[in-house]
């Protein structure tokens, strides 16, 4: 199974001539700036992207528009904490955030640190490169001065180098003794008779069809149609984040296209994680800061799944189980589907109540407008009229 993992979500391409890579780079807030601080290390076009999406598009967007502060406590995660992988047909950035401040105690933004990892087997990015992103997070929460974060990604960068440099005669896949999607299956978050993973199973087949593998509407070399973002919250479903990222890693590759972009957002201290298929937008990377209460798991939406449907997910899984791949496409037309409650658009519904109250308010003025003229109109009519 992992094997597959690591050539598909690491690009190897079997191009043992192609220089390994990793660009380490920092972004957000931390005590040591007044403000945001400056750009330390994003200085490639991958760098400046995640950024772009990640900070700007998603945290800041979310922040000005207030959507997090409408949510409840219980709605709410109060702390940043978390681990993202980002993989493009090209390069995968691995990356950390944290909940920090500025030097004017503003707490509204995290740090993030991130490292864009070319022709680097995934292997070597669990063994090498994230251990290091969680020493760098450590070293910059342990100082407040701006030098410091300088020399600590400079020196990280420098370490992360040497080891890799040293590192490519231990790139042996490792091996695991089961499938994923029945590992998955058997998971007691699954639910009775696996209906947790019938509706993720559902949901992959029905929302993210444009990512497909063989789909012509998919992006990628020499496409020029952009579908809309997927995403899905799923349950952790393993005893570490690692064993929890290869599950659902595994799951995902055997159905998506290979130039399909995929983000993991794990948040360290929860039981689930967030996947997101395509390019994310501000109404995706909401999520960031949503509990369960605001986003529920793909698995607890009730999906009505007709027997022809549940009949081809559990021998999809039975196949995963015995080692076979997917052998028959999934049905069609075989749900009645809720619509699911990614978002309530506070926003949006406030600006929606306004407008009826003003188109409301403007109806009754009228109504109004017509009977005072009625009266006065019957006032002068008896005035004319003599009895």
């Known amino acids: 199974m992992l094997k597959n993992i690591f050539k598909q979500f690491g690009r190897e391409k079997e191009d043992l001539n ?23 290390g994003i200085d490639t076009a991958c760098l400046i992207a995640v950024k772009r999406i990640l900070y700007f ?7 000005q528009a207030g959507n997090w502060e409408q949510l409840t406590e219980t709605q709410r995660l109060e702390e940043y904490s978390h681990l993202f992988v980002w ?25 993030v640190v991130c490292a864009q990892c070319s022709n680097v087997p995934l292997k070597c990015i669990i063994e090498e490169v994230l251990p290091c992103l969680a020493k760098i997070e450590k070293q910059c929460i342990a100082t407040t001065s701006p030098s410091d974060v300088r020399n600590i990604i400079e020196n990280s960068q420098k370490e992360i180098t040497h080891r890799l440099a040293g590192s490519r005669s231990s790139q042996t896949d490792p091996s695991v ?12 978050e699954m639910g009775h008779d696996y209906t947790g993973l019938h509706r993720i199973l559902y949901y992959i087949e029905r929302e993210m069809t444009a ?15 952009h579908p809309r973002p997927v995403q899905l919250r799923v349950p952790a479903c393993a005893d570490s984040t690692t064993d929890s990222f290869l599950l659902w890693t595994d799951v995902l590759l055997k159905r998506l296209d ?3 972009t995929t983000l993991f957002l794990i948040p360290l201290n929860e039981t689930w994680m967030d996947i997101i298929v395509g390019e994310p937008t501000t109404s995706e990377l909401y999520c960031l800061k949503a509990s369960l209460e605001a986003i529920p798991l793909t698995s607890s939406i009730p999906y009505e799944l007709d027997k022809k449907f549940i009949n081809w997910a559990q021998k999809t899984i039975n196949d995963s189980r015995n080692g076979k791949p997917q052998q028959t496409p999934a049905p069609t037309e075989t749900v009645t589907l809720p619509k699911q409650p990614i978002k309530v658009d506070t ?17 009754l003025l009228l109504l109004a407008g017509v009977i005072v003229v009625e009266l006065i109109g019957w006032e002068f009519l008896k005035l004319a009229i003599p009895e």
Do not use: C
Request: cysteine-free.
């Open 347 to 363: 926003a949006t519904r406030k600006k929606s109540s306004l407008k009826k109250i003003i188109v409301l308010s403007l109806i």
């Open 177 to 188: 003794a089961f499938e994923s999607l029945a590992k998955l299956a058997d998971r007691p």
């Open 211 to 225: 990512y497909h593998n063989g789909n012509s509407e998919r992006t990628g070399a020499g496409k020029t149609s």
């Open 87 to 111: 993989s493009d047909p090209d390069d995968v950035v691995v990356g950390r955030m944290w909940s920090s401040s500025d030097g004017k105690g503003r707490t509204k933004y995290p740090m």
């Open 57 to 63: 598009q998603g945290i800041e967007s979310n922040i």
């Open 18 to 40: 192609r220089a390994q890579r990793v660009h380490l780079g920092t972004f957000g807030k931390h005590p040591g700036w007044d403000d945001h601080i400056e750009d330390i």
């Open 258 to 260: 290979p130039a399909a």
